[in-house]
């Protein structure tokens, strides 16, 4: 029977991922069609399909009702497949240019249909192999005014944002994120993963009262404020990149929370290349600023001519937003930088790095830098004074 028809949830395979397109008639009927499971993610299955005659092709992506990266002894729902497709679909009205189309969603089987966009290289390995992708930050910079501007109660008027907030209550996924970012990297937990060198330096970060109390503050934040629906997990391994094009994927993380999160996972992904990448450091930097100062303009622009809240619309209280997304954001970083180097889940940028000494000093670095964004957020009172502050310390 038709996978169509069946109406409970199963894993794809490759052959039941062509029926399912060709079921759609997303192709022609008799179309060849070949297939490939893809997916390099922790969680999910991503199937590229393909129909070399007609040069067509998409992508399912399926949840598993488990993470894949650990297996069936850690339960996930199989509800983030509905949220990633809805995130994508709002996200895609908001920012067209910035990200892909979906074609066909369905709740039961867990599976969204969309744009393929193997054109692209995932940023985090473009970056690595050593791409710079000069509109990225432009970019993304764009990408979160939009996002956290429309989404947002200014940009949305107050009944529609909390329609939308209900719709997003994301709990399993935002309880990995609260565990994974803000409670173990801090302790000592077994979910941590780091190199014996590092030790010294992680367990002066477990005894650091001060810093535990600014994660805590960080960490009330996250599980509070529902200024904006957030992407949830906006790394660059997140964002397919090319030299002209920027498209970000795999929101399923999505949920109102403060604006501040998504702008600091930014920073912090490309931090990482500003600490790993030292050829191309300065290039790094210019990218963190643009992300910044396009994010504060076109924010500012939309502010004044999109908002909902006409009480609201003065410069000072502008003044005031910019300033608490930038501290929030700076906090947010160095909780990124500090969980992607000794928390699960790493990044390639700081494990690739050869030879042991080195990667363990930019690891140490990476704490450094991570431990005082935290604390020092509310000093950093301007874009000149972080970077002074990161330059200081690599
Ligand atoms: P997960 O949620 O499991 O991390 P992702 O959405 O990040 O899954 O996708 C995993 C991988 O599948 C990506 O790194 C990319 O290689 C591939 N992929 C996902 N979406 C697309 C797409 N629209 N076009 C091409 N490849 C994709
Ligand atoms: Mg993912």
Known sequence: ?????????????????????????????????????????????????????????IIIKQALPYAK???????????????????????????????????????????????????????RTGFIKGETYPLFAKHLGEYLAKTLFYTSDYGLGPSIKKEYLQQFINPELCKITEDLIFTDPFVDADTNEFEGGLRPAVEALWRDEELQFHVNVLKKSFLSETEALLHG????????????????????????????????QVFANLLFQVIANE??????????????????????????????????????????????????????????LIRRTIGLSHVADLDGIEGEQTRIAAKQKTLEIGTLLIKQRKEIKSLAAFITKVRELI
């Open 69 to 123: 990266v650990v297996g069936e002894s850690w339960p996930l729902t199989l509800k983030r497949a509905k949220i990633e497709a809805e995130a994508l679909k709002i996200f895609k009205q908001i920012a067209p240019d910035y990200v892909p189309e979906v074609f066909y969603t369905d709740d039961v089987l867990a599976v969204t249909i969309m744009e393929d966009l193997s054109h692209l290289l995932i940023a």
């Open 233 to 264: 997990d906006l790394h660059t391994g997140s964002v397919f990149a090319g030299q002209i094009e920027t498209k970000v994927i795999d929101p399923e993380f999505a949920f109102y929370g403060p604006a501040g999160f998504d702008i600091g």
């Open 1 to 57: 029977m038709s996978l169509l028809k069946q109406k409970t949830y199963q894993p794809l395979t490759n052959e039941s991922a062509v029926e399912l397109a060709l079921d759609l008639n997303i192709f022609a009927g008799h179309a060849t069609l070949s297939c490939k499971e893809i997916g390099d993610g922790n969680l999910n299955l991503v199937f590229h399909i393909v129909d070399e005659l007609e040069g067509k092709s």
């Open 279 to 336: 050829e191309k450091r300065d290039l790094f930097i210019n990218h963190v600023e643009t992300v910044w100062n396009v994010f504060k303009d076109q924010y500012t622009f939309l502010w004044n001519t999109e908002n909902k809240e006409t009480a609201a619309k003065t410069s000072t209280f502008l003044n005031y937003q910019l300033s608490k997304f930038f501290e929030d954001s700076i906090g947010f970083a160095g909780c990124e």
